[in-house]
């Protein structure tokens, strides 16, 4: 009897301690208090730091901004395509330039979480919307700054500028319109990448290049290592060898590695590494990177892309080839090129059919598309009397010779106007067995071709009138930029 009763109390539950019990609640209520006020702390640094980031870098810049108006949809659209251009120039004083020697078209689409890229080659050789003659594309912004700035000496309201003329000429060659831009100087890509802790790249051989001028300095060895933001910026740059020719890069190498390194920092930047240096790489990107988005598209893009990494990137292949100075797009290439980044972007068959009838590299008259364009051309007043009056046509076509087995000079080696302008685009099989044609006549008199060592015709802004800082080709022509 006396065991069964001690079992029983033994079995009994304890009654609970008021006060420890409290105590415990108290605790809890207060360490989840702290973490809300440190989550929530921490989630308004953040949304400052990027409202303050994405003001930044949406405020206008000297070295990039377009004073042009352009009808641009500031909304984000998360069922809408979006096309942008990505320009990176060399904004160093030293350099006495504003070529954009990086020009990449991108197409994101928030629906498939894909972004579509072409580079286009900084020689490719088109015609300027508005323009006579030919000439190398990177040269369009300094031609549309140039024409600003001589509005603005004038006292009148700019019609073009360097943003509004590189996006019309992308329009039509690549049968887009070009929604935005993104513009980064090379110091800004220095400082991302060594924000990141350097790049992993496979450089695929021996690079060596000097450039005291400049003070360039480029010397990686071949085989996979993490370049830092010099080395990855000399790796996208490199053009000249200091051992000669045939170690040159083409325009098709360098178009290869920019994208190798933008997948690169893509894929670095996504992994906890570079999270963990989120504040810091947005302090460099506000300093060195502007943008017509708005922010609520930046924040847009942001929001649908998360996770984005270099798998969800398309490059095209843009099947450049080199010849005369000049890098050209082929033909059927080009059209394949057209219809991927038509078909991202979702356009309309009628507006697809009037964007592949502008000229493939850019015409005195504009593609007419009311959804496609976002400026109407302005054709411009030539220096020359004789010039502006005199119907605009293209240059006869001439005997072109084959390109040699070794690598040629790249074009920025020759002066501007040491070599008679290559034919109109055609592939290299129908190069072959071309004959000059007899000069075409204007008023009944007969237009020669320009011979070798004759200077091209003037652009619309006279050399004597342009900003040294704003003349196309006023680089070194040695320059590996």
Known sequence: ??????????????????????????????????????????????YWKINDTLDTVTQP???????????????????????????????????GSMNTDVMIVAVANPSTKKVTMVSIPRDTRVKIPGYRDYHKINSVYANGEAERRQAERNNQTPTEDGISLTKKTMNEILGIPIEHYVAI?????????????GVEVNVDRKLVYDDPTDDTHINLNEGLQTLNGEQALGYVRHRHDNRGTKYYSSDFDRNRRQQEVIKAVVDKAASLEGLTKIFNIMDVGAKNI??????????????????????????????????????????????????????????????????????????????????????KPVKKKTTQSAASSAPKEKPPVEEVKEEPDTP???????????????PDVVSPEQQQGQTTQTPPTQNGTVTTTPEAGTAPPPDIVPPSTQDASSTPGSTSPKSNS
């Open 408 to 422: 040629e000079a790249p074009a920025d080696v020759v002066a501007e106007g040491e070599a008679t302008p290559p």
């Open 290 to 375: 502007h943008t017509d988005l708005s922010k609520d598209q930046i924040k847009g893009l942001a929001f649908d892309f998360k996770g984005f990494s270099a798998s969800m990137v398309n490059a095209l292949d843009n099947g450049a080839y080199w010849q005369g100075g000049y890098t050209f797009l082929e033909k059927d290439k080009l059209e394949v090129i057209r219809e991927s980044l038509q078909s991202e972007m979702g356009i309309s068959g009628n507006v697809v059919a009037q964007l592949n009838n502008s000229p493939v590299l850019g015409s005195n008259e504009s593609a007419v598309a009311a959804s496609s364009s976002n400026t």
């Open 185 to 197: 100087d090379f110091d800004g890509f220095k400082a991302v990448i060594d924000e990141l802790g």
């Open 61 to 95: 810049k000297d070295n990039f901004t377009s004073n042009v108006s352009q009808n641009i949809d500031p909304e984000y659209h998360n069922d809408k395509p979006m096309s942008f251009i990505i320009l990176g120039s060399d904004s160093r004083p030293e350099t």
């Open 1 to 46: 009897m006396p065991e069964k009763v001690t079992r029983q109390r033994a079995s009994a539950p304890r009654k609970k301690q008021p006060g420890r019990s409290r105590k415990l609640r108290r605790l809890v209520v207060l360490c989840s208090f702290i973490a809300l006020l440190l989550v929530g702390g921490a989630a308004g640094a953040i």
